[in-house]
């Protein structure tokens, strides 16, 4: 089992700054992909960014070139660096931790993004 614990959501003005933190703990993966994802209120959830620990990242067209996501592997712990953020970018933010060799995916509670215009 795997349990995340995320912080740093909150509300902010558009064109501010949040940064997003989740740290893993319990049965680590030695391979694994740490990331975010989020859900609109009638939206499906969908991906913003993920990283595997050993290289390699994703994003959503829509952040490219205003979010970073980063792991930090002794920690294992991922951070979304959030600029130039819009009103549209308000959704509750899930952490996600994927095992590859199991296929298997475990969330965060969530922690709400809200852009204000």
């Known amino acids: 089992q795997v349990q995340l614990v995320e912080s740093g959501g909150g509300l902010v003005q558009a064109g501010g700054s949040l940064r997003l933190t989740c740290v893993a703990s319990g049965s680590i993966d030695s391979v694994y992909r740490m990331g975010w994802y989020r859900q609109a209120p009638g939206k499906e959830r969908e991906l913003v960014a993920a990283?595997?620990?050993?290289?390699?990242?994703d994003y959503s067209a829509d952040v490219i070139g205003r979010f970073t996501v980063s792991v930090d592997d002794a920690k294992s712990a991922v951070y979304l660096q959030m600029n130039s953020l819009e009103p549209e970018d308000t959704a509750v933010y899930y952490c996600?931790?994927?095992?590859?060799?199991?296929?298997?995916?475990?969330w965060g509670q969530g922690t709400q993004v809200t852009v204000s215009s």
């Open positions: 990283i595997y620990n050993r290289g390699g990242t």
């Open positions: 996600n931790y994927y095992v590859p060799r199991f296929n298997h995916n475990y």
